[in-house]
């Protein structure tokens, strides 16, 4: 089994920088891909930044171009998502979720989740 570990949500002011960090555990696990999703009050879970595990290629959400920035560590199996520029609207629950490699093959979703950690960003 994979386990993800989450950390290093808080709350923080409009305009602070936090690091989120998500660590893989558990059995030999190389993803296909690793993101972090998050879920506000009230919305759906939405996509906020991927990161391909072979060659680093990365995506973002358009809300978060220019201050967040997806990367991982191969030899400690983590990811990472530095957040800068912080807004109110960034509030929410982030999910770091990996999708192996036959989830990428079938065109399925990311099929290990972590337990979600919660970001404040007060005005």
């Known amino acids: 089994q994979v386990q993800l570990v989450e950390s290093g949500g808080g709350l923080v002011q409009a305009g602070d920088s936090l690091r989120l960090s998500c660590v893989t555990s558990?059995?030999?696990?190389?993803?296909?891909?690793m993101a972090w999703f998050r879920q506000a009050p009230g919305k759906e879970r939405a996509a906020v930044a991927q990161?391909?595990?072979?060659?680093?290629?990365?995506s973002y959400a358009d809300s978060v171009k220019g201050r967040f920035t997806i990367s991982k560590d191969n030899a400690s199996n983590t990811v990472r998502l530095q957040m800068n520029s912080l807004k109110p609207d960034d509030t929410a629950i982030y999910y770091c979720?990996?999708?192996?490699?036959?989830?990428?093959?079938?065109?399925?979703?990311?099929?290990?989740w972590g337990q979600g950690t919660q970001v404040t960003v007060s005005s």
């Open positions: 979720a990996a999708k192996s490699f036959p989830a990428y093959f079938r065109g399925r979703a990311y099929d290990y």
């Open positions: 558990g059995r030999a696990f190389t993803p296909y891909a």
């Open positions: 990161i391909t595990w072979s060659d680093g290629s990365s």
